[in-house]
């Protein structure tokens, strides 16, 4: 993964850009993957092609432009995307934006601020039809050129200046996810909750072997017991939005796990492998015992079950994305 952020001074101030109805749309906080640097033809990006299919999908125009700084010191491609006819949608907009970036956590992990709401920015038609770059700057100044209720950004020198990117392939799967959760109610929610449940709490690949040579690990602080708690909350809740509430009778409960294609006997988990219906059963009875109550005492979270619970639910959430897909997300062809 590579990130830059940067915190860019004003510069020279550009002629007033009319802020009209005629809008498009820049993705913030990531730009797309590239096979090296610099840059030297949209053809090096990858993502691209992705990102079309799924703008066709959803009834927009995606295309890579260049975003670039009057320093000269830093530039790279960024996704912007257009309505028919320049059309201003602002809602539709974050709508979309969003549910590439959760996307893009589900295939990759966490990436963004947990704080950060604004997914998306918008950009006057004339600024992306006068040239091939974008100026950053101007994007700025643009936007505190806006009335305060109008405005997206809080800090939008040192937000537009930044952005990360990863490889190549996270970005084809995210962008193959995204028409899904634009249009999928039940999905989208399953992957924002687990965002915040990944916000509080996520062990990468490397990092398996460590929790699972010290599994009963739990919080030292009351401030690292409560993230637990969330974590652990929001992974229910991510199971819950795809699944609903497990029902008490196991026909009616496996019925519901294989209308996403999973078998409720499949083992899972990374320690001591369960069946897949029983881990789900006692995520519900943990979040019940130590997350959902404020007045309960004694309620330790190990890291080593929440590492569980987490796999739990993004395993549930990728096999619903992948039965509403039709097909694998990855493709596994070799081809």
Known sequence: MSADVRIISPKPKYPPIKDGKRVCYLLLHVHAPSNGWPVRSI??????????????????????????????????????????????????????????????????????????????????????????????????????????????????????????????????????????LVQNEPL??????????????????????????????????????IRLENALQSAFKTVEAVLGDPPKDDLKFFAKIRSIGLDPDEQVGYGDKLPLHEVIRHMNAARDKKAAHGGTPHRTITVGELMEYQACARLVVWAAIENVLGEPVYDTSGG
């Open 43 to 180: 053809r090096e990006l990858g993502g691209i092609e992705s990102a079309r299919k799924a703008g066709e999908i959803l009834g927009v125009k995606i295309w890579p432009m260049r975003l670039a700084w009057s320093n000269g010191e830093h530039s790279d491609y960024r996704y912007l995307f257009r309505f028919p006819r320049y059309r201003r949608d602002d809602q539709r907009a974050q709508r979309i934006s969003e549910c590439f970036l959760h996307a893009l956590v589900l295939t990759f992990g966490p990436f963004m601020d947990n704080a950060e709401t604004a997914c998306v920015f918008r950009v006057p038609a004339q600024l992306t039809q006068q040239s091939r770059v974008l100026l950053g700057d101007e994007l700025a100044q643009v936007e505190e050129a806006r009335r305060y209720e109008d405005r997206t950004l809080e800090f939008p020198y040192s937000t537009l200046g930044s952005a990360m990117s990863t490889a190549a392939h996270h970005f084809d799967a995210a962008w193959k996810i995204t028409p899904i």
């Open 188 to 225: 989208y929610r399953a992957v924002l909750f687990l965002k915040a449940s990944q916000d509080d709490f996520f062990v990468w690949p490397g990092q398996i072997d460590e929790i699972l040579g010290n599994p009963e690990l739990a919080a030292s602080t009351g401030f690292e017991q």
